[in-house]
């Protein structure tokens, strides 16, 4: 499956974005999806997964209350709300894809997904 992030940008600290991530080439509702994010000179850090049908979501602590993930099987497509942002949550947001199977999800673990989009910059300036 193909990833293709957007809505990234610059917004000031308290502002708002909301990202999106379509995906291409594969039935999307066969997949759980997540969303990471990697600052610069830091590892890739899980924010947010959601399960295939939508039935669960999972949150970082540090984004718990202000961020919302969801999907839209019919048009392929995962979205990240991000409200309340603030400097720290300056990062490359990347979406990734795991190809849903029975058993337990580890959606904190970047090496569980099978597809990664490109990623989007947010910068949130103080």
């Known amino acids: 499956v193909q990833l293709q992030a957007s809505g990234g940008g610059l917004v000031q600290a308290g502002g708002s974005l909301r990202l999106s991530c379509a995906a291409s080439g594969r039935t999307f509702s066969n997949y759980n999806m997540g969303w990471f994010r990697q600052a610069p000179g830091k590892e890739r850090l899980f924010i947010t997964g959601?399960?295939?049908?939508?039935?669960?979501?999972y949150y970082a602590d540090s984004v718990k209350g202000r961020f919302t993930i969801s999907r839209d099987n019919a048009k392929n497509t995962v979205y990240l709300q991000m409200n309340s942002l603030n400097p720290e949550d300056t990062a490359i947001y990347y979406c990734?894809?795991?190809?849903?199977?029975?058993?337990?999800?580890?959606?904190?673990?970047?090496?569980?997904?099978?597809?990664w989009g490109q990623g989007t910059q947010v910068t949130v300036s103080s």
């Open positions: 959601i399960t295939w049908s939508g039935d669960m979501t």
């Open positions: 990734a894809a795991d190809r849903y199977s029975r058993g337990t999800w580890y959606y904190a673990r970047p090496h569980e997904y099978d597809y």
